[in-house]
């Protein structure tokens, strides 16, 4: 997986936005080198918590450089899968980090993520930098 995608969560993107962290500069690395990645509910996430308007009409322009992962309907069926399978064990995890976990398993690439709900879903490989 060394030179293949990262798709990279919205709190890894939060991050790179504020700038001057660790997480930051591997974003930054990342997109130097062609290897970051995105979906529509990090899309959405990012939208939605736009400072303004001028920073909502910014992102997707900012970000349409990036490779796009899109869901389709297996990918929908595989995220429901999952939740099923986590939620008999117990476990709950917000939708949106299912479906970009489910993302990331379909096209076998790693996560860059903060979130440490993404170490629940079987088998995702988190990207460390």
């Known amino acids: 997986m060394e030179n293949s995608d990262v798709l990279i969560d919205t709190s890894a993107w939060v991050e790179y936005f504020k700038g001057h962290s660790k997480t930051a500069d591997t974003v930054t690395s990342l997109i130097e080198t062609r290897r970051a990645s995105i979906c529509g509910i990090i899309y959405y996430e990012l939208l939605q918590g736009a400072r303004d308007d001028k920073e909502a009409r910014?992102?997707?322009?900012?970000?349409?450089?990036?490779?796009?992962?899109?869901?389709?309907?297996?990918?929908?069926?595989?995220?429901?899968?999952?939740?099923?399978?986590?939620?008999?064990?117990?476990?709950?995890?917000?939708?949106?980090?299912?479906?970009?976990?489910?993302?990331?398993?379909?096209?076998?690439?790693?996560?860059?993520?903060?979130?440490?709900?993404?170490?629940?879903?079987?088998?995702?490989?988190?990207?460390?930098?």
Do not use: C
């Open 58 to 129: 910014y992102l997707p322009n900012a970000l349409s450089a990036l490779r796009y992962f899109e869901m389709t309907a297996d990918t929908w069926v595989h995220a429901g899968l999952i939740a099923a399978g986590l939620r008999s064990r117990g476990i709950t995890l917000p939708m949106s980090d299912i479906l970009v976990g489910t993302v990331a398993l379909k096209h076998s690439i790693q996560v860059l993520t903060l979130d440490k709900h993404f170490n629940s879903i079987p088998g995702l490989a988190r990207y460390q930098g």
